[in-house]
Nanobody, 122 residues
Framework: VQLQASGGGLVQAGGSLRLSCAAS????????IGWFRQAPGKEREFVAA????????HYADSVKGRFTISRDNAKSTVYLPMNSLKPEDTAVYYC????????????????WGQGTQVTVSS
């Protein structure tokens, strides 16, 4: 499966953005999709993941209550609306696909999209 992340941009603190991850291939619904992010000078970290059918989601503590992950298998797309953005959310955001149920471990994601930059100004 090939993944394409989009929707990043520059926003002021307190603002919102919605990231999208569009996939190619007919087996999209077979994969758990996760979002990860990497800030300058920091390691890439888990943000959120959604189950194959979209019914279960898991979030990093730092984004709970502000980010919501969802998917539309008919459109082979995963969405990540991000609200109440903070400067510390500034990072390159990546979507990735895994066959491991709701994994937070990067090594269990075998397909990765290119990143999309999110910059939150204070």
């Amino acid at each position: 499966v090939q993944l394409q992340a989009s929707g990043g941009g520059l926003v002021q603190a307190g603002g919102s953005l919605r990231l999208s991850c569009a996939a190619s291939g007919r087996t999209f619904s077979s994969y758990v999709i996760g979002w990860f992010r990497q800030a300058p000078g920091k390691e890439r970290e888990f943000v959120a993941a959604v189950s194959r059918n979209g019914e279960i989601a898991h979030y990093a503590d730092s984004v709970k209550g502000r980010f919501t992950i969802s998917r539309d298998n008919a459109k082979s797309t995963v969405y990540l609306p991000m609200n109440s953005l903070k400067p510390e959310d500034t990072a390159v955001y990546y979507c990735a696909a895994s066959t491991t149920p709701l994994s937070t471990w990067q090594r269990e994601y075998m397909y990765w999209g290119q990143g999309t930059q999110v910059t939150v100004s204070s």
